[in-house]
Nanobody, 119 residues
Framework: QVRLVESGGGLVQPGGSLRLSCAASGSIFRIHAMNWYRQAPGKQRELVARITSGGTTNYADSVKGRFTISRDNAKLTVYLQMDSLKPEDTAVYYC?????????????WGQGTQVTVSS
């Protein structure tokens, strides 16, 4: 019964900023990575940013230098700071947490939050 609740999406003008949050609750015994994906209408879902349990971060080329992923381990929360937003960043953003218990590996998804960048 792992649950991920996303927040922080909305409408912003080009060049603006948003901060997405994803808070996890439930039976998460070991977290391997926290991820942000996005999916625009008619497009495939793509990995935007990832942070591992060791703190290593990875970003899609399209967002490098503009987006920053971070975490608060005590709060079981992952954030995505989005700066210098562009219209092409418009999408539904999904949080995904990779976790495990014993030999079982799980991927839990948030409900998605809409980000719209438009003037």
């Amino acid at each position: 019964q792992v649950r991920l609740v996303e927040s922080g999406g909305g409408l912003v003008q080009p060049g603006g900023s948003l901060r997405l949050s994803c808070a996890a609750s439930g039976s998460i015994f070991r977290i391997h990575a926290m991820n942000w994906y996005r999916q625009a209408p008619g497009k495939q879902r793509e990995l935007v940013a990832r942070i591992t349990s060791g703190g290593t971060t990875n970003y899609a080329d399209s967002v490098k230098g503009r987006f920053t992923i971070s975490r608060d381990n005590a709060k079981l929360t992952v954030y995505l700071q989005m700066d210098s937003l562009k219209p092409e960043d418009t999408a539904v953003y999904y949080c995904k947490v990779d976790h495990s218990e014993g030999f079982n590996v799980f991927a839990s998804w948030g409900q998605g939050t809409q980000v719209t960048v438009s003037s």
